[in-house]
């Protein structure tokens, strides 16, 4: 992968005002590392798998340090995708928060990603849902609730098989991300 000649392409992109902004996906800090060796232009984002069942707080204290802005994929856990899985939906924890609040699960796992200084985005073909997931800007989460959110099993639920392969360049998972 040349990480260099890519970026280079990229950065001339944002210069010639082809975009506003370049950024990453799946970067691990090992790998945003790389990037930063060379870049003229830093990232603006890393979008990652974030949701409070894989809050990511490693990277995201890194993208921080580095003003990188952290965006959240499958922040309801992407179900209805080949790999996804309604276990950030049907989590007890998270579930009790909800029903505390009178909202649903899908606005506190999206109220909590935003809570964390990130970016989110979710994906619903539904109008319904769609307003509910926009619903999240007029109440907050209380100390009760992020007590119970940190004592959440922390799982990542995008599997890493995508990306890893004998060949390629990230042969194991501890590879692609960091540990
Ligand atoms: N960079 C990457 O590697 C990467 C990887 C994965 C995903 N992404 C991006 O992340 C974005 C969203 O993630 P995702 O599509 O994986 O999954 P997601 O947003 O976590 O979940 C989408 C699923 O949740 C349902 N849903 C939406 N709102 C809901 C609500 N309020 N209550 C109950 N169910 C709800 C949707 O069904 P309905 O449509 O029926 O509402 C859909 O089945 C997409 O834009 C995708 O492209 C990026």
Redesign the pocket.
Known sequence: MDYKGVWEAMEDSQTLGLTKSIGL??FSCKKIETILTFAIIPPSIN???M?PLWQQKKLREFCKAKGIIVNA?????????MW?SNQ??ENEMLKQIAKAHGK????VSLRWIVEQGATV??????KE??K??MGIFDWELVDDDYKKINQIPQRRL?PSDFWVSPQGPFQTPEELWDD
């Open positions: 996906s799946n979008q990652i798998e949701h994929y499958s922040p309801l856990g992407a179900l209805g995708r996804g950030v939906l649903t699960v899908a606005q985005v979710v994906r619903s073909l539904n849902r769609m509910q997931n995008i």
